[in-house]
């Protein structure tokens, strides 16, 4: 029963060098999300995707890319990192989105991102 | 490592007593609010969540009050446990978008033995 999974938990990135996280999810979701958490601050969504092979802007995309060429994955890449996205980064996922009864989403335990 | 409870408002009450969290939200056409709580060093967790149709809702130990003349959400812990220590925040959205969720900053409940 592992439900949502991100890997890794940790990292540490000098300014400038691209990584790629991942999220998984083995409770056949079509709803995925990207999101980070600031001090002081809510999260904030960064993309998301409505199911396999589609993705679209959250909140805060700029300086991220995603992809989700499976359904059970999404990945959340960094392609020249900055200090600015140091942060703690939390994928989810969710059945629905919208006025069902199926829309609450389940979080990972996080990836905790420092760029130096 | 760094708490995502740092800067937080702090509730700290005695093992045994009622909580009480407060959420104000912003947008009067939301129609959809979550509580989550979020332990520290792991993701956010659905605790309860209720419809603007509705004023009240109760879960297992936790009730959720929505006040919409004052764009006011509470979440009420009966019985507090030293279990219940975490961050909790709401989020708002129109229509339960889950992916149109406004989350809050959270409140930093500490439960004392």
């Known amino acids: 029963n592992a439900g949502v999974t991100q890997t890794p938990k940790f990292r540490v990135l000098k300014t400038g060098q691209s990584m790629t996280l991942l999220c998984a999810q083995d409770m056949n979701h079509e709803y995925m999300y990207w999101y980070r958490q600031d001090p002081g601050m809510g999260l904030r969504l960064i993309h998301y995707s409505v199911g396999e092979g589609t993705t679209a802007k959250g909140e805060v995309p700029d300086g991220y890319n995603v992809s989700r060429l499976k359904k059970q994955n999404f990945l959340l890449g960094l392609e020249s990192a900055a200090p600015s996205q140091t942060s703690v980064y939390f994928c989810a996922s969710s059945y629905e989105s919208g006025a069902g009864s199926n829309t609450e989403a389940f979080f990972g335990q996080g990836t905790r991102l420092t760029v130096v | 490592g760094e708490s995502v409870g740092l800067h937080l408002p702090t509730l700290s009450v005695q093992e045994g007593d009622n909580s009480i969290i407060n959420c104000a939200y912003s947008?009067?056409?939301?129609?959809?609010f979550i509580w989550y709580k979020q332990e520290s060093g792991k993701g956010p967790q659905f605790i309860i969540d209720?419809?603007?149709?509705?004023d009240k809702r109760q879960g297992q130990r936790v009730t959720v009050l929505l006040n919409k003349t004052v764009k006011h959400l509470s979440l009420q812990i009966a019985a507090t446990q030293p279990g219940d220590s975490a961050v909790y925040f709401c989020a708002e959205s129109q229509g339960g978008a889950t992916n149109k969720l406004i989350f809050g900053t959270g409140t930093l409940l500490a439960v004392q033995p």
């Open positions: 209720i419809r603007s149709n509705m």
């Open positions: 947008n009067s056409a939301s129609d959809y």
